[in-house]
């Protein structure tokens, strides 16, 4: 297994190892021991499933505050996203920072959003399925997000007119959510 680190420092682009042949594939996508030794050290105890029917839906951004901040650790079972994460840590040299990244059935790779970060995708294709193991359980009193759209970010979304949740359509900007980020950065506690 290939655990890469990205722009946004936590956030780890994952490849596992894939052994195919005539029959199809194998491929171990956690292994908790591998994954200590590269700074993943959640505990995962939920996994979710989302299916897209269409291409062009955008999920997120996402992200719990704290006492239920989430951690992922992003699959994509059929199909192809263009996955985004958002650094929400003040103080963070990479705050209001966002990178992007393909995850589809084809490429296997994994992505690995520790807990500070705004989180969302956009589907490319039609019928896709995504999964992800999260190390706390979803709080609708700290579910939040941010809008997709932002002017301040300006995420290079490769879509201009998403299929968007109702709850997604009225995220509030990223200034307007600011005050509600607090996450720990190497140890201590920001605002």
């Known amino acids: 297994m290939k655990v890469m680190e990205t722009n946004l420092p936590g956030v780890k682009l994952i490849e596992p190892k ?7 594939f194998f491929m171990e996508n956690y292994n908790r021991s591998i994954f200590n030794e590269h700074g993943i050290e959640d505990s995962f105890i939920q996994d979710n499933h989302s299916l897209s029917k269409e291409a062009g ?3 997120g ?3 719990q505050l704290n006492p239920k901040a989430q951690s992922k650790l992003v699959r994509v079972i059929t199909g192809v996203v263009y ?3 958002v650094d929400i840590r003040a103080g963070s040299p990479t705050y209001g920072q966002w990178q992007s990244f393909i995850l ?3 490429n296997q790779r994994m992505l690995y ?3 500070g970060f705004a989180h ?3 589907t490319l ?3 896709t399925n995504v999964c992800y193991k999260v190390n706390a359980y979803y709080s609708p009193e700290n579910d939040r997000g941010i809008r997709w759209d932002d002017s301040e970010l300006l995420i290079d979304w490769p879509v201009s007119d998403p299929i968007l949740s109702e709850k997604d359509g009225k995220q509030p900007l990223f200034r307007e959510a600011e005050n509600d980020f607090q996450y720990r950065v190497e140890g201590r506690v920001i605002r």
């Open 18 to 24: 894939v052994f195919g042949d005539r029959r199809g």
């Open 57 to 59: 839906v955008l999920r």
């Open 61 to 63: 951004l996402h992200y």
């Open 83 to 85: 996955d985004v994460v």
């Open 104 to 106: 589809s059935e084809h």
């Open 113 to 115: 959003v520790p807990e």
């Open 120 to 122: 969302g995708f956009c």
């Open 125 to 127: 294709t039609e019928n």
